[in-house]
Each structure stands twice: as structure tokens, then as C-alpha cells.
């Protein structure tokens, strides 16, 4: 998974919760990608980040917020989780935009009751 | 609607034999496609990748080719093996973003 964790890499949690997932990458990859994965719809993004500090919005971002204090780690929460938003989650990291390979991890397997 | 799609949701073929996946976009701006495989419980992994000022890439055992004419995309594998089995996406990129067709699940016979 090209040095890429994801943690929790399960959770579940209530309606109205706040949940935090994690993003920590090895490789000093500049970009930083968020995606939610349903039957259906394939992948798609919800926030990405390119650089410190530096975060954008995906076509899925409501309801979800993003943050980026170091290179290596990109997080991802929800700040009141409704059950729409049960999901797998998968980061992703590249070196540039454009043509350039987005890498992934693991995935966060996501369910909100 | 999503600018990348499959043409068959599902393949199933015997151990051995080639397996071709296609792949159809609407976007003639797009300049660069990768083609993922994934397999249960796991992310998306890099199979190969294609640049559109090209219409042939070979890999290990893969090979993408691109028709910009018609838009669409194919990725082939040579002697598909039973760990092959996987969804397989295509993902295209336009205005610095990927855009991912919904996947084509390959199922390989014994």
C-alpha cells in the first residue's frame, strides 16, 4: 500500500458522534486524498490537501471536514456522523496533481447506527 | 453522472485464457488514465497507467490501450490467473482530478 496507513481501519459509532480518521503516509508525497466508496458510485472524493495547511473540497465534502498539520499525516472528520455516512474510506497520496499515480491505503471500514 | 464507466458491471473467464475489460469516457479533455485492481477488504492498487499522446502501454502481463477517437479504454490480461480475480477500475484525469468508473468484476474459472 505504497506506505500508506489508514487507522482505525474499522469503527463503529452512533448518529451525531464525531469521528476522526487518520492518513499516515512514508513517502513525502506532496497531494493527500480523502474518498468514500459505496456500491454504486464507485470512488469519490471528499477533501484533498496540497501541502501543509493547504486543503480543498471534493464533489462529496459536506458534513465532512478536513485538516493537515504535518506532510505525513492528513485527517479526516465527521463531525456529527449520520448514517449516510457509512462507508469504506480510503486515502490516497500523489506526488503532483495532473498525470500523476494517486496511491491508496487500506481503507477505514465506517458504520454509523 | 459519472464521466468514466465500464461496459460490463461483471467477466468471468477460464484460468489461462486473456481478459479483456473496457472502459468508456465522455470527457475528450481528459489526458491521462490508470487502470486499478482491487481485491476484497483492500484499496485500490496501480495496474498501469497511459498518457494521451500514446494509444499502447505494456506491463507484466497487461497491456491498456486507448482510442481516443471513440473515447474509450481497454485494459487486456495475458494468461489470467486465479489470483486475477479482483473489480477493476478505470479512472480518468481531467482539470487535475481523478474521476473512477463504478469497477468490472473479474471472476477466473478453474
Known amino acids: 500500500d505504497a506506505g500508506i496507513t489508514q487507522s482505525p481501519r474499522h469503527k463503529v459509532t452512533e448518529t451525531g458522534t464525531p469521528v476522526t480518521l487518520r492518513c499516515h503516509q512514508t513517502e513525502n508525497h506532496r497531494y493527500m486524498y480523502w474518498y468514500r466508496q459505496d456500491p454504486g458510485h464507485g470512488l469519490r472524493l471528499i477533501h484533498y490537501?496540497?501541502?501543509?495547511?493547504?486543503?480543498d473540497k471534493g464533489e462529496v465534502s459536506d458534513g465532512y471536514s478536513v485538516s493537515r498539520s504535518k506532510t505525513e499525516d492528513f485527517l479526516l472528520t465527521l463531525e456529527s456522523a449520520t448514517s449516510s455516512q457509512t462507508s469504506v474510506y480510503f486515502c490516497a497520496i500523489s506526488e503532483g496533481q495532473g498525470q500523476q499515480t494517486q496511491y491508496f491505503g487500506p481503507g477505514t471500514r465506517l458504520l454509523v447506527l | 453522472g459519472e464521466s468514466v464507466g465500464l461496459h460490463l458491471p461483471t467477466l468471468s473467464v477460464q484460468e489461462g485464457d486473456n481478459s479483456i475489460i473496457n472502459c468508456a469516457y465522455s470527457n475528450s479533455a481528459s489526458d491521462y488514465f490508470i487502470w486499478y485492481k482491487q481485491e476484497s477488504g483492500k484499496g485500490p492498487q496501480f495496474i498501469i497507467d497511459?498518457?494521451?499522446?500514446?494509444d499502447k502501454r505494456q506491463g507484466q502481463r497487461v497491456t491498456v490501450l486507448l482510442n481516443k477517437t471513440v473515447k474509450h479504454l481497454s485494459l487486456q490480461i495475458a494468461a489470467t490467473q486465479p489470483g486475477d480475480s479482483a473489480v477493476y477500475f478505470c479512472a480518468e484525469n481531467n482539470d487535475y482530478k481523478l474521476s473512477f468508473g463504478a469497477g468490472t468484476t473479474v471472476t477466473v474459472r478453474a
Open positions: 490537501s496540497y501541502g501543509v495547511k493547504d486543503t
Open positions: 497511459i498518457r494521451s499522446n500514446m
